[in-house]
């Protein structure tokens, strides 16, 4: 079965401020790989997806994503936080007929 | 706007006592989801649909149900609600290939008295 790990649940930085969420999976197929937020009352919408191709990937916003096979990561990255970047990320793995989430990183910026 | 509709967005009940969430779409995708999410935890895959066949995870408990009477909407039926069924249930749906991109609902808040 597939897994995927997010850590620092909770994430508190300052506008301007650069972002790393990190993602790690476990998974032995192809991987197709997701990162959703969720912002403050709204529904969890996706932010940028890797099924192949080049392993840097833009999502929406001015996030992006690097796929790095040997080390099973996807990490999430954004150099310069605004206030309206506070949400909750979940990194997302497709395998096995389902897509299973992380846990979760709350990410809060500080205006 | 195309999108997913969950009603009711909060919804109270009584232990034991039997209730169903709601789940309507308008992208006409094929394949609709149910997932649990308890605080702070990772979304949970309970079920879905590809059209009208039913795959059931292997942990959901049978207290789960799920009904899908057409293209546009899906039901999640709870027999006898326990404290620990109070989640957030979410709706999603995608195109037949399920590594595409998942559509989610606003949520549904179940608490449990």
């Known amino acids: 079965a597939q897994s995927v790990s997010q850590h620092n649940h909770h994430v508190i930085l300052s506008e301007a401020a650069s972002l790393e969420l990190g993602c790690n999976y476990s998974?032995?197929?192809?991987?197709?790989l997701f990162w959703y937020v969720q912002y403050p009352g709204q529904h969890l919408q996706l932010l940028l997806k890797y099924f192949s191709g080049d392993p840097l990937v833009k999502g929406i916003k001015g996030f992006e994503a690097e796929f790095i096979k040997s080390k099973f990561s996807f990490n999430l990255r954004k150099p310069s936080v605004q206030w309206s970047d506070t949400a909750e990320y979940f990194c997302a793995l497709y395998g096995n007929n389902r897509l299973a989430f992380g846990k979760g990183n709350q990410v809060v910026v500080i205006p | 706007d195309a999108m997913v509709i969950q009603n009711p967005r909060y919804q109270v009940t009584q232990f034991g006592k039997p209730v169903t969430l709601s789940c309507s779409q308008t992208l006409n995708h094929n394949v609709m989801y149910w997932y649990q999410q308890k605080s702070s935890q990772a979304p949970k895959l309970l079920f879905h649909?590809?059209?009208?066949?039913?795959?059931n995870e292997a942990d959901t408990p049978d207290n789960f149900q799920s009904r899908r009477p057409n293209t546009s909407f899906c039901f999640l039926d709870i027999r006898s609600p326990g404290l620990g069924d109070a989640a957030m249930y979410l709706c999603?749906?995608?195109?037949?290939?399920?590594?595409?991109?998942?559509?989610f609902g606003p949520g549904t808040r179940l608490t449990v008295l």
């Open positions: 998974y032995g197929g192809t991987v197709n």
């Open positions: 649909y590809y059209d009208k066949d039913f795959n």
């Open positions: 999603a749906t995608s195109r037949p290939s399920g590594a595409d991109t998942q559509y």
